[in-house]
């Protein structure tokens, strides 16, 4: 297990009290995204007056994306080849989250659920939803059973790898997501991780709060996406971190209960990210890249995970779980913990609930893949229902491309399709986007296709 065991005990010791925009000075805050941007000084030492630049830089967003080039030339020479100092390299991570965003506070839903549930009382309006929980959707298992199947040993074995390629790459144009079977993800790494999980979310409230997510930093417990006092609720808490690469990890977040949770956790993420790996090789060969520098784009294999806990609801007709949308990263493995359904994807402007298989992962493609793809994948959109008596567990691993990478079409697939269909934005301009917009369905991924029409109209 990587990482230090007592760490998660650092931050009840560690106030978080130092503000990063406010340079070498006195604690003060800087307004972004809805909330000061904390962190602490001990976890991410001050490398220098470059990373300096940078912090004051982003003091002045929101016009951070040309602020952003500024601070590029500022930076350490690492991001030109020349490897950072681990300070160095740890004041970057730091930054990039801090350069995402934050929420505003909501409250906690399992102890909404807990209050609501018990009485006739109706639960607060900012979580119903009845016109969106409303919408049609598709239960007949034989649509959902149509959601394809791929066979990783069939990808594999030199004799079923071309046929089994194809039905990925199909898998992936038609519908975006998939199922994997045969993965070699062991068992006992899937169950101690789902057990873990599970036992977390048993705790009371005040022991999951140690880990609530501070302004401004997107790790922890507690709530993403909330932009606005108006904005309607999810009936869903969340908890985030980081997992790769092992120094993007912020070990005060990592829960020390149950016991064998960061270890569950680690293991989880080394073959999270192996089997992923091997999926985005096979997307090279189908898409007719380089797997090689196809997989380059993807260096040190950035992963998060996002684990969301569905409160039962008595009045489940009426709420969503989580809003539609799609994923930002290139591709997601999602588990469900328990054995509750309610995930949903929109195909053909209708609900279609998914079965998650037993022993299997849900893969979806997120929209730096439909974009790099040049449109070939899709990004589908996918929200998550609430069950009325049962709570419900899932936990979606995020694979990006490297901070430092451009997320645009491959030059080899725009030179076969003759244009570019989506424009190239660097990957921090591109989290920016995504974080600076609630979750709204395709919004993101299609705003990076409308800009492109607008700067061809202008043209
Ligand atoms: O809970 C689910 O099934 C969906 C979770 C999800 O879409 C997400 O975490 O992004």
């Known amino acids: 297990m990587a990482g230090d065991s007592g760490a998660a005990d650092l931050r009840r010791r560690t106030p978080v009290t130092h503000c990063l925009t406010a340079g070498a000075g006195a604690p003060s805050s800087s ?69 995402a965003g934050g929420s505003l506070p909501v409250p906690n839903v399992q102890a909404l659920a807990q209050t609501y549930n018990r009485s006739d009382e109706q639960i607060p309006e ?21 959601i394809p199947i791929i ?11 071309k046929e089994e390629c194809a039905k990925l790459g199909s898998a992936c144009k038609n519908w975006g997501f998939f199922q994997v079977i045969n993965h070699g993800v062991p068992n006992e790494v899937i169950s101690n991780f789902r057990n873990d999980i599970t036992e977390f979310f048993k705790q009371p409230l005040e022991s999951k709060k140690v880990y609530s997510m501070i302004p401004g930093n997107l790790q922890g417990y507690g709530q993403h996406f909330v932009v606005s006092e108006n904005q309607k609720l999810d009936w869903a808490d969340l908890f985030s971190l980081m997992l790769r690469p092992i120094d993007s990890r912020d070990m005060r977040f990592w829960p020390s209960h149950p016991p064998s949770f960061r270890n569950s956790i680690d293991r989880y993420s080394s073959e999270a990210a192996r089997l992923v790996s091997c999926l985005l090789k096979f997307l090279a060969i189908d898409m007719g890249v380089e797997p090689e520098s196809f997989l ?38 999602l588990l469900q913990v328990n054995d509750v359904q309610g995930l949903q994807i929109r ?35 996918h929200r998550a229902m609430v069950h009325p008596t049962r709570e419900r567990m899932s936990v979606a691993v995020f694979h990006a491309v490297w901070r430092d990478a451009t997320v645009g079409p491959l030059p080899e697939l725009v030179k076969n399709d003759g244009e ?40």
């Open 31 to 99: 307004s972004f995204a809805g909330g000061p941007f904390l962190f602490d000084p001990g976890e991410f030492p001050r490398p220098g007056p470059s990373a300096l630049l940078l912090a004051d830089v982003v003091n002045r967003l929101p016009h951070c994306r040309s602020a952003t080039t500024a601070a590029a030339a500022a930076r350490p020479a690492g991001l030109h080849g020349i490897p950072l100092h681990p300070a160095e390299k740890r004041w970057e991570i730091a930054m990039a989250h801090a350069e």
């Open 296 to 333: 380059e784009i993807f260096r040190g294999q950035p992963q998060s995970m996002r684990m969301t806990y569905y409160p039962p609801c008595r009045q489940a007709d009426k709420v969503v779980g989580l809003s539609p949308h799609t994923d930002r990263m290139g591709l997601t493995l």
């Open 420 to 459: 570019a269909r989506y424009s190239s934005v660097s990957y921090m301009d591109f989290m920016k986007r995504f974080f600076a917009a609630k979750l709204s369905g395709r919004g993101h991924v299609e705003s990076l296709k409308n800009s492109l029409s607008a700067e061809m109209d202008n043209a």
């Open 126 to 146: 900012r979580y119903i939803r009845v016109e969106e929980a409303a919408e049609e959707v598709i239960i007949d298992h034989g649509i959902s059973s149509a």
């Open 347 to 381: 195909k053909d402007g209708k609900w279609i609930t998914i079965n998650a298989l037993d022993g299997a992962f849900i893969v979806n493609i997120g929209d730096t893949l439909e974009i790099l793809s040049n449109g070939r994948y899709k990004s589908i959109e």
């Open 151 to 161: 066979d990783v040993s069939k990808l594999l074995d030199p004799h079923s790898s």
